[in-house]
């Protein structure tokens, strides 16, 4: 009688522990178990003021303008791909407007593609980000060139999302003679948002453009863009790190950078501090200017390799050169292939650092760095990367989700 009853003691808990089991399984969420969307949620049109979610696994249709309106949050999962379907009317374009949000999160394996149905310059209009940080226009706040949201403020810190692993194909679609959009568009971003690992790849335009802000921008890469491959404006004072410009045969600038047209004095002026940069020129006889400072632009740039362009880094107006002069601007442990061309006052080759006419050799396109730097890791923003350059040999961290 003790051996029975010790046997239904140990029957009795071997099923609880098996219904256990049953019931965390059941309960347990599985990935493979989610519904696939339904065909018209595969579509991103309209605008968004709420949450919404693109599912790894599947290509979305961008068709015609998309806005992200304030309190909305359109997260893209890794590994998406998001198509423009090429209105020629009424183009395709993503655009986060104040107090909307973008959280793109992809990874070096599974990157986030939006690109467009056929692979051609200009085929839709990338991605603009409207925030709430300082810019300089009068009266402290812009339109959009593209989709007429407003932008600017007077909050440092905004916060518009993530993009992280994000691959921006073909983009620069031409909304008449006066607009071109360009990659990736930051108008008055704040800082607490997060751009890092972006491509903008063989667009028409520019590839990055800030107008004003604060955000910082990590990793970033320029391949082919018909315009400028990197270009501020409007008082962007924010940090910049790791970033390439690699030009095809319609480059214009390797960066554009001004403070405002209509008034260079105007504040906040023009002021980031950028590092380990390789810009990499067409060798145009027509578009000869590398790193093109002018419009009152201030600029603190270190650890950087250019070459490409018979005039590899130019000052221009007063207001610019005067930063030089007056301890505000400095370009510092850069190499050339060619020339600093710089006004009478300034002598940037003898600048810490600097020297004109280097032979500069890179691997796979890119590859390669240069021993000597700047530390800038006292500032937490900054990498410890004492060298020129922006992709070291050793360390390829375009590898795997990046085009060339």
Request: aromatic share 10%; glycine share 12%.
């Amino acid at each position: 009688m003790i051996m029975k009853k010790s046997f239904t003691k140990i029957g009795f808990y071997l099923l609880m522990a098996f219904a256990v089991i049953g019931l965390t399984t059941s309960c347990s969420s599985d990935d493979d178990d989610t519904p696939p969307p339904a065909p018209e949620e595969l579509v991103l049109n309209g605008s968004l003021s709420s949450e919404k979610i693109l599912l790894t696994g599947y290509t979305y249709k961008l068709d015609k303008g998309f806005h992200v309106k304030s309190g909305g949050n359109l997260i893209i999962q890794k590994g998406v791909t998001i198509q423009a379907q090429e209105n020629s009317d009424d183009p395709d374009y993503i655009l986060i407007e104040q107090g909307g949000k973008i959280t793109a999160e992809g990874t070096k394996d599974q990157p986030i593609v939006m690109t467009s149905k056929t692979k051609s310059h200009g085929a839709w209009g990338g991605v603009h980000i409207c925030g709430k940080a300082p810019i300089n226009l009068n009266g402290g706040s812009g339109k959009s060139e593209i989709g007429d949201a407003n932008y600017g403020g007077n909050v440092a810190n905004d916060n518009s999302g993530v993009m992280r692993y994000v691959r921006l194909e073909y983009t620069g679609f031409a909304f008449n003679p006066d607009k071109e959009s360009n990659g990736l568009t930051m108008y008055g971003v704040g800082n607490g948002t997060t751009i890092e690992y972006v491509q903008v790849y063989k667009g028409a335009d520019d590839g990055f453009e800030w107008f004003g802000g604060t955000v910082n921008s990590k990793f970033l890469v320029s391949t082919g863009s018909g315009d400028d491959s990197f270009d501020w404006t409007e008082g962007w004072i924010g940090k910049g790190q790791f970033w390439v410009a690699v030009q095809d045969a319609d480059g214009d600038c390797l960066i554009e950078a001004d403070n405002l047209k209509d008034n260079n004095m105007n504040t906040p002026i023009s002021s980031p501090t950028i590092a380990n940069l390789t810009l990499i020129g067409n060798n145009s006889t027509e578009s000869k200017r590398g790193v093109r400072l002018r419009e009152g632009t201030h600029v603190k740039m270190y650890n950087a390799l250019i070459c490409g362009k018979e005039s590899a880094l130019t000052t221009e107006t007063t207001g610019t050169e005067q930063s030089f002069t007056d301890g505000k601007s400095f370009v510092e442990y850069t190499h050339v292939s060619t020339v600093f061309k710089t006004g009478s006052s300034l002598d940037l080759k003898s600048a810490t650092g600097n020297a004109e006419g280097q032979t500069i050799n890179f691997t796979n396109t890119y590859l390669g760095s240069v021993d000597g730097g700047k530390d800038l890791s006292s500032d937490s923003f900054f990498t410890k990367a004492m060298y020129k350059g922006a992709v070291p040999a050793d360390n390829d961290w375009t590898a795997g989700w990046t085009k060339k």
